[in-house]
């Protein structure tokens, strides 16, 4: 059985740490790792970063979350972000740059990492990393 969050939250400096720690929240109830749960927040914070600070207009952010038996599904969307698979994929910038980590460091640490263009005007990075659960005593 999933278990699922949806979040809309304003698109604000606020955004990302709300949705990190209501996801960590879930997780930690599932029994995911701390490792697991760490590497996924961060995950989290920095899709939710690039949704505030990339989209073309001011707007809420859409969190989805899905947790199943051995994956968890992520998505972060907004009002058509600037950001797209070749970002996503990329080489970390010069080490003296202000930006521009976030997302090599999303494509790191899931195990598969694309945009989605469903809805008009929106644009989903759409995450999945498998999860190790802590074991039942």
Known sequence: MAATMALTLPGDIHAASHARSLADLLLS???VTGQCRADLSL??????????SHARRAG?????????????VIDVGNSDGTFDDAQLHGNLPDPYAEGGRGLPIISALADAARTVHERSGWVVL???KHIARAPLH
């Open 29 to 31: 109830r599932l029994g």
């Open 43 to 52: 995950m989290i914070t920095e899709a939710c970063t690039n949704a505030v």
């Open 60 to 72: 809420d952010i859409e969190v989805h979350i899905t947790v199943g038996q051995h994956e968890c």
């Open 126 to 128: 759409h995450m999945v």
